[in-house]
């Protein structure tokens, strides 16, 4: 079989803003690369004694990685939360093995205190380092041959620091029209602007991106073309949508053209969910036995969407991983891929700010990568994914037994390609002691089933409401979602996820939506919250009393 030939990613460098230009490397971080020489006397830097850190060892019980079944355990019924509630949880103990990691290596290489807890480069350690790049190479197999790893202290300080190595005051940056509110939060006290671009039920549009970018008019527009992308691909936050290999593809492709830097903002990858079905519909079918092998994680990896990683052979992307949504989100470990010049300029950034995560975290996640393997790894990943798959599957459950949903094509809007699904009140009417169900045709809100991600995204029909008048949709979603904050269910407010949501000349009309997540309460309490939904919103559309 023959073996594609990488090329190196191009010169880049004309991206760098002023202020990244500007930075040298910090003086005491410099002479770090010294420190590792053997038989050094490190008399340089102000390092405290490793035999005066407080702590001798960390144990800790760790999780075996098929510890998550790879398929349901029980069929998806209106009763299963509470098998989940008082049965599975109950009776099953959860199986771990004991980790250990000593203030000193007894043997080379080992992770250890003395070297974790001191001062250090902004850097992975040496043994994570090594893990990222074999799990990188395995799974998002880079098309350009110099990609290097730099750690960073998850996504949202990845992102900060890339959109500051990259954009100058002034500009703006492409983006979802909906997108991850924090990530515009971080920028604009830069003056760096949202740029938006329309989506539709893949993501962002190609052919918007190419409209925007060949009419672009720096002066009605007020700021050059921008040359930075900001993009969630996969379970996109909040529609939960996922970007085709076809269209990132298109997206490569122009911004290969027009000269743009994409960001990869990819936290949900390893949650690709898979197409909902309806429970009378679903079937568990046919899992492996469930341990780690070389083959399951191939075959695992396989199905995964393609990075863009994988069809940069320029280099113009950078990727940022994170363990928030596969191992915690207090461990405040991610990575970038990139480029060796933009690692560069992010690690001077990163020696002068947070220089490098925790370092109990980053020994204990390096401990328990190393200790699971690559192959445990993605074995844990699988199981993982098929937990909130459960959980995606639940919720929506739920809602079906709550409302009734009327599936519908989308041919416009962000849902565009999509099967949309409308949900109307359903009426009781006695008949001869049986009770059945017919629908109201008055459309209360729609969603589409997330393909990944932990997020349900919900238009509200606004100008369904009896005394709606056109200019009412702020006003509207902010009674609807008070109430229920008042009735003890909170949504994440939709307007915070408009890309433009926080400029000050932001003119947004995009009111009349719920960002709801099903990745964390228990199951009774999801379907609590379904249920206390469907009465308030039935009482706000005024068809409480059907």
């Not at 990727?319 to 560069?344: H, M, Q, V, Y």
């Amino acid at each position: 079989m023959s073996v594609e030939k990488h090329t190196k990613s191009i010169d880049l460098s004309h991206h760098l803003s002023e202020l990244s230009k500007a930075r040298a490397t910090s003086p005491l971080k410099g002479l770090m690369k010294y420190f590792a020489q053997p038989g050094i006397l490190a008399l340089a830097g102000g390092l405290p004694s490793p035999a005066y850190f407080p702590v001798s060892d960390i144990s800790v019980n760790v999780l075996v990685p098929e510890s998550f079944a790879l398929a349901p355990t029980e069929s998806s019924t209106s009763l299963s939360w509470l098998w989940k509630l008082f049965g599975s949880h109950s009776a099953t103990k959860e199986k771990t093995q004991a980790i250990t990691i000593p203030k000193y290596p007894a043997v080379d290489g080992e992770i250890n205190l003395a070297s974790s807890l001191q001062y250090g480069a902004a850097v992975a350690q040496t043994q994570l380092q090594v893990f990222l790049k074999h799990f990188i190479s395995e799974v998002y197999r880079p098309a350009f041959e110099d990609w290097t790893v730099l750690i960073d202290t998850g996504n949202t300080d990845g992102w900060s620091r890339a959109v500051t190595t990259l954009c100058n005051p002034g500009e703006g940056v492409l983006c979802e029209e909906w997108t991850y509110p924090s990530a515009m939060a971080s920028m604009l006290p830069f003056n760096i602007k949202p740029v938006p671009v329309a989506m539709d039920g893949l993501g962002m549009k190609s052919d918007a991106l190419e409209a925007l970018l060949s009419q672009w008019d720096p002066v009605s527009r007020q700021m050059p073309r921008p040359h930075v992308m900001y993009i969630v691909p996969v379970g996109q936050n909040p529609s939960g949508s996922t970007m085709s290999i076809a269209r990132k593809k298109q997206i490569y492709d122009i911004c290969v053209k027009y000269d743009v830097i994409i960001v990869e903002d990819d936290p949900y990858y390893f949650l690709q969910l898979g197409t909902y079905t309806f429970k009378e519909d679903r079937s568990t079918g046919a899992t492996s036995s469930g341990k780690p092998s070389a083959d399951e994680s191939e075959r695992y990896v396989s199905t995964l969407t393609p990075s863009f990683l994988n069809f940069d052979y320029e280099g113009r992307v950078i990727r940022l991983d994170t363990f928030s949504k596969t191992i915690a989100p207090g461990s405040r470990l991610g990575w970038f891929t990139c480029n060796p010049l933009f690692a560069e300029r992010l690690e001077r950034q990163g020696e002068t700010s947070a220089q490098a995560p925790c370092g109990f975290g980053q020994a204990i996640i390096t401990k328990i990568l190393t200790h699971w393997t690559y192959d445990g790894y993605i074995r844990w990943l699988r199981g993982v994914r098929t937990e909130y798959q459960q959980r995606r599957n639940f919720f929506i459950d739920c809602l079906a037994e709550e409302f009734h949903l009327h599936a519908v094509p989308a041919v416009a809007g962000t849902w565009e390609g999509c099967i949309v699904y409308q949900a109307s009140s359903k009426v009781k009417k006695s008949t001869n002691m049986t009770e059945k169900y017919s629908a109201r045709n008055r459309t209360m809100f729609s969603f589409v089933p997330p393909v990944a991600g932990m997020f349900v995204w919900m238009q509200l029909h606004l100008d369904q409401h009896p005394s709606f008048t056109p200019g009412d949709e702020d006003t509207l979603e902010t009674k609807l979602w008070t109430k229920l904050a008042e009735n003890g269910v909170l949504f994440g407010p939709g307007w915070m996820f408009a890309a433009n949501a926080l400029a000050e000349d932001s003119d947004n009309n995009d009111s009349g939506h719920f960002r709801v997540s099903f990745s964390n309460v228990e199951f009774a309490d999801l379907k609590k919250a379904v249920t206390i939904f469907g009465r308030v919103i039935r009482e706000f559309f005024q068809e409480e009393d059907l």
